[in-house]
């Protein structure tokens, strides 16, 4: 049995952009047709979408989530949908806190924002509200 023989295939529509990293041929595919379709909406422009604007979220370090969701797997009834509330809870629940004439002052404020305010997503995502 020999190697078998296949039809060379012609080569797609579009620009040629020269040899990729790996040895295969790239091509820019022709502005307006898309390569499989016919007829008169084979070339159709889409001019105008609705599309609302992007939605990034927001990444935040592990430690940040790991003591938030301690927290509040720990103390489940003090935490709320509720920023200010869950801030002050985190800085009585943590060392981020300390106590100074009376009032409850932030040693660290903006890791403490941090964790509170992932605090407030996660209980507003998990209970709904």
């Known amino acids: 049995?020999?190697?078998?023989?296949?039809?060379?295939?012609p080569p797609p529509e579009g620009i040629y952009l020269g040899q990729g990293?790996?040895?295969?041929?790239?091509?820019?595919r022709s502005p307006g047709r898309r390569p499989g379709t016919a007829g008169p909406a084979a070339g159709k422009v889409i001019t105008v979408?609705?599309?609302?604007?992007?939605?990034?979220g927001n990444i935040r370090q592990?430690?940040?989530?790991?003591?938030a969701i301690e927290l509040i797997r720990n103390y489940p009834e003090l935490f709320t949908g509720e920023f200010a509330n869950n801030k002050r809870k985190v800085l009585e629940l943590t060392d981020l806190g300390v106590t100074v004439d009376g009032r409850l002052q932030a040693t660290h404020k903006k890791l403490a924002n941090r964790i509170a305010?992932?605090?407030?997503?996660?209980?507003?995502?998990k209970r709904g509200t």
């Open 1 to 9: 049995m020999g190697a078998r023989q296949t039809a060379p295939r």
């Open 21 to 28: 990293i790996c040895g295969f041929r790239r091509y820019r």
């Open 49 to 56: 979408t609705r599309v609302g604007p992007a939605r990034m």
């Open 62 to 67: 592990t430690y940040i989530k790991r003591v």
């Open 117 to 125: 305010g992932y605090a407030t997503r996660y209980v507003k995502r």
